[in-house]
């Protein structure tokens, strides 16, 4: 695979790019890998704060991970928002019910995608979570389902 798969170049014979396998309000989900879903290993990967929602390259990682021939899905968010919504479990578990049981998932990101890798790796069923300095908060109203008394 080369630099001319990417993006908006030819897709390789036996492939998909960028085929959409969720698209809800706040969160978009894309693969891209074998489309006769054979890839025995798929990183989804979870964009980092900043990371802008549309844009014509693909997801965060993608024009790297495609070039390497590795089957991904990007996470887009629509806003920075560190996951603190109900539609983000549906969405994980929307992406592995697009997979079925195989393949092995690899959860991965970093800041604010690494809090959503950690986050999202049990209801992918992830065999492997890798969050670089994942970032979350405490703050009350970011996270509405803390239970403790502020012990």
Not at 7 to 18: A, D, I, L, W
Not at 71 to 88: G, I, L, T
Request: proline share 6%.
């Amino acid at each position: 695979m080369t630099d001319a798969t990417v993006g908006n170049g030819p897709v390789p014979k036996g492939r998909v790019s960028r085929q959409v396998i969720y698209d809800g309000t706040l969160l978009r989900l894309e693969y891209t890998g074998p489309a006769d879903g054979s890839a025995q290993r798929v990183l989804v990967a979870f964009a980092p704060f900043d990371y802008p929602f549309q844009t014509d390259e693909g997801g965060w990682g993608t024009r790297s991970f495609a070039k390497r021939g590795m089957a991904h899905v990007c996470v887009f968010h629509r806003k920075e928002d560190w996951h603190q919504h109900a539609e983000f479990f549906t969405t994980t578990e929307a992406c592995r019910a697009f997979f079925g049981p195989l393949p092995d998932v690899t959860a991965y990101e970093f800041s604010m995608g690494g809090y959503g890798a950690l986050l999202g790796a049990k209801a992918h069923d992830a065999r492997r979570a890798i969050a670089v300095s994942p970032q979350s908060s405490i703050d009350p109203a970011a996270v509405w389902f803390e239970r403790r008394d502020g012990e």
